[in-house]
């Protein structure tokens, strides 16, 4: 069985992470996503990110960009403006994360382009919608998403000098390009089903208000600016916290139905004299001794390494799971059994790990390529255009092909 979206022809005009996050997803579904770049490139290319590694591969630029072709070519000149044109005249989407301004100067917006090719879908990344009195202001994960979407903020205990930040590069990018790509999705399905091709945007400040609806409708009902974060040591229930083991390992309880799962738990922790303590038999009494609880549970947590803890907590059925640092789930089980992340051939007999679009399709997840080097396939799409051997030398003379 093919992928579910090959046939599909994706032309990208995008940097950075974003949107290009959405283009590397549509490339994992099947679609031949050609990106176009400038003659310097997409500036992600060879960005260093802090600490993170300076080793063969750029796993940025790797993840974002997989499966994709590459044609580098000069939009600012007519002439690239006019091989644009030739693709996006048999192309589906339209993907794209240029600003307002410099879309409309490349006359690559969507008015232009909708009225030139009425089947084309035009999807774009935005910073804060299209919409409005900033729509053409610019943004990046760690401000627009993580800081202006208000998930710092609800992340922050009250008096820190600092702002809780984003736990690694292209956080909130990732979330909302596979939102974009959601979203480009249903669009091709309206298409098939009405013939209508329309426009989709989806920002950054959306999907982060999206991924915390709960919190920001309670709080615009409320008419209250932020909720205070409960304290660590006085959690709202005790069996939905985190506990130090004695190894210095955590382990995570979701257990909602406190009074379901209280004797039980208790019972197979050894400590069947907590669930008899009248002080914590029921959860209104938990809560009014919810200090006394939570340093009991605590102490309990902190008795036992990790290794007899999963043993113990496997023989109740509550809810837990163990506090794991990214360098282990690779080695995850049901990462390995779903195929979550795999690694994807890179040429000369190397690989590289590669996380798995997080869509299984009849059980299996999809395959990905790496992406591509700077202008890779210029020639060999300018050939699929109808564009002659000379025809491609005389662009390239002129500096519109690189």
Avoid at 29 to 50: C, M, N, Q, T, Y
Avoid at 132 to 137: A, Q
Avoid at 269 to 293: I, K, M, N, Q
Wanted: glycine residues 10%; contains cysteine; negative net charge.
């Amino acid at each position: 069985m093919g992928k579910p979206l090959e046939g599909i022809k994706v032309v990208e005009v995008a940097m950075w992470a974003f949107v290009p996050a959405c283009g590397g997803m549509l490339a994992d579904l099947g679609a031949d996503v050609i990106k176009i770049e400038p003659p310097s490139g997409d500036p992600l290319r060879g960005l260093h990110i802090g600490h993170l590694g300076q080793g063969a591969f750029d796993y940025s630029w790797e993840s974002y960009n997989r499966g994709k072709r590459s044609v580098t070519l000069d939009l600012k000149q007519p002439a690239g403006r006019s091989v644009l044109d030739r693709l996006l005249a048999e192309a589906d989407v339209f993907l794209t994360n240029l600003l307002p301004p410099a879309r409309r100067a490349m006359r690559i917006d969507a008015e232009t382009l909708r009225h030139d090719f009425p089947r084309l879908i035009y999807a774009s990344g935005s910073a804060l919608g299209p919409n409005g009195p900033e729509s053409d202001k610019g943004g990046y994960d760690a401000i627009t998403f993580w800081a202006r979407g208000g998930i710092a903020s609800a992340l922050t205990e009250e008096g820190a000098l600092h702002p809780v930040p984003p736990p690694g590069p292209a956080f909130g990018d990732t979330l909302s390009g596979a939102m974009l790509a959601g979203g480009i999705c249903a669009a091709i399905a309206r298409r098939a089903l009405t013939g209508e091709a329309g426009e989709v945007d989806v920002s950054l400040l959306a999907t982060a208000m999206w991924s915390q609806q709960r919190l920001i409708c309670q709080a615009a009902a409320d008419g209250v600016r932020k909720y205070p974060r409960p304290k660590v040591d006085r959690p709202n229930n005790v069996l939905v916290a985190n506990y130090r083991t004695s190894d210095g390992r955590f382990i995570a309880l979701c257990m909602l139905q406190a009074d379901r799962y209280w004797a039980p738990f208790c019972r197979a922790a050894g400590r069947p004299d907590l669930a008899g303590d009248p002080r914590f038999a029921d959860e209104a009494a938990r809560r009014e001794h919810l200090a006394a609880c939570h340093h009991a549970v605590s102490e309990l947590f902190a008795s036992k390494p990790l290794t007899e803890w999963k043993e113990i907590l496997a023989r109740q059925d509550g809810q837990w799971d163990v506090v794991q640092d990214v360098g282990e789930i690779a080695q995850d089980v049901q990462v390995r059994a779903n195929g979550y992340l795999k690694q994807v051939p890179a040429g000369n007999g190397a690989s590289l790990p590669m996380v798995s679009v997080p869509i299984l399709f009849d059980g299996a997840a999809l395959p990905s390529m790496r992406s591509p080097e700077l202008g890779a396939d210029s020639d060999a799409v300018l050939s699929e255009l109808g564009y002659s051997e000379d025809e491609v030398i005389d662009l390239k003379v002129q500096g519109i092909v690189f």
